[in-house]
């Protein structure tokens, strides 16, 4: 069975800095895109930054030059390294992937892990 698993959220003042980790486990024969998404209180499921199995990556303006995805297809985890966070960072991030598994190609999701940056 495949899981995703966030990791690296917490309490963290306005200016400072978080490595989110996301790793996949389970019969897993390849991973597409990777993605984070974050969901803040009262507000819709947004995507933050994505990166491609080739390592083309985008991300939401609102994060550009301070947020850095990356991916580590050996350990089949994903990296958000996030800097210079402000308060409107506050969410709890998911992350995403397009794994091919003993199951077919299939769009999974993680649990989530939650990011507060107090002013």
């Known amino acids: 069975q495949v899981q995703l698993v966030e990791s690296g959220g917490g309490l963290v003042q306005a200016g400072g800095s978080l490595l989110l980790s996301c790793a996949a486990s389970g019969s897993i024969f390849g991973i597409n895109a990777m993605g984070w998404y974050r969901q803040a209180p009262g507000k819709q499921r947004e995507l933050v930054a994505g990166?491609?199995?080739?390592?083309?990556?985008n991300y939401a303006d609102s994060v550009k030059g301070r947020f850095t995805i990356s991916r580590d297809s050996a350990k089949n985890t994903a990296y958000l390294q996030m800097r210079s966070l402000k308060p409107e960072d506050t969410a709890v991030y998911y992350c995403n992937a397009e794994i091919l598994s003993d199951r077919g190609r299939m769009d999974f999701w993680g649990k989530g892990t939650l990011v507060t940056v107090s002013s």
């Open positions: 990166i491609t199995r080739g390592g083309n990556t």
